[in-house]
């Protein structure tokens, strides 16, 4: 069976500053890997996602991801934080690319950009 | 905004009452997929139709039901409901129910109902 950790429940950091949301997934078979964002109050949102090809992965307001399969992890980065990228972060697997309503979301990770 | 439109946005109710969630997926979208999201077991996914017809099930309880419409909206209803199904229903939307990678079946999420249960 798939799973999803998100290692870090909360992760606060100041404005300008870099970050990285670490995803480690479980999956005896091919995998595609997404990551979303929740802001206050919203539905959840597709930030980037990987289906095949190259493993850096770029999405949107900056952020990027990388798969590795040999550490079976798809860790969420971005160079230089903003205040408004604070919100709840969840990285979701799938083996189907999300078709069949087979996503398995992470517990998410509450990012506070500090001023 | 995505384009998935889901009413009411809160609902208050009582232990044992039953309630219907709607979901009006995008435009064109043929695929409307129901998720919940609680603080104990975070996000699952509950169930899928594709065209008036079921496509996939997850978690869901047997007092919680859902069906599509020919015009493709969505509805979920809860019955028999208990303090633990207090949560946020998500309801998403996807072009098609297919697994392809040809496809960017990207699944755009609504805004979500909270319900409360007393």
């Known amino acids: 069976a798939q799973s999803v950790t998100q290692l870090d429940s909360q992760v606060p950091v100041f404005e300008e500053a870099p970050v990285e949301l670490r995803c480690n997934y479980s999956s005896s078979v091919s995998v595609y890997l997404f990551w979303y964002v929740q802001y206050p109050n919203q539905g959840l949102q597709l930030l980037l996602k990987?289906?095949?090809?190259?493993?850096l992965v770029k999405g949107i307001n900056g952020f990027e991801a990388e798969f590795n399969k040999s550490q079976t992890s798809f860790h969420l980065r971005k160079p230089s934080v903003h205040i408004s990228d604070t919100a709840e972060y969840f990285c979701a697997v799938s083996d189907d690319g999300g078709s069949q309503g087979n996503l398995i979301f992470g517990k998410g990770t509450k990012l506070s950009v500090k001023p | 905004d995505s384009g998935v439109t889901q009413t009411p946005k809160h609902l208050i109710t009582a232990t044992g009452q039953r309630v219907t969630l709607r979901c009006s997926p995008r435009?064109?979208?043929?695929?409307v997929y129901w998720y919940q999201q609680s603080l104990d077991q975070g996000l699952q996914f509950l169930i899928q139709?594709?065209?008036?017809?079921?496509?996939a099930k997850g978690n869901i309880l047997e007092r919680f039901s859902a069906q599509q419409f020919p015009d493709l909206h969505s509805e979920l209803n809860l019955s028999s409901l208990e303090l633990g199904d207090s949560a946020l229903y998500f309801c998403a939307s996807s072009v098609l129910g297919l697994p392809t990678l040809e496809n960017n079946n990207e699944q755009f999420f609504g805004p979500g109902t909270r319900l409360t249960v007393l």
């Open positions: 990987y289906l095949s090809g190259s493993t």
């Open positions: 139709y594709y065209n008036g017809e079921e496509r």
């Open positions: 435009s064109g979208d043929l695929s």
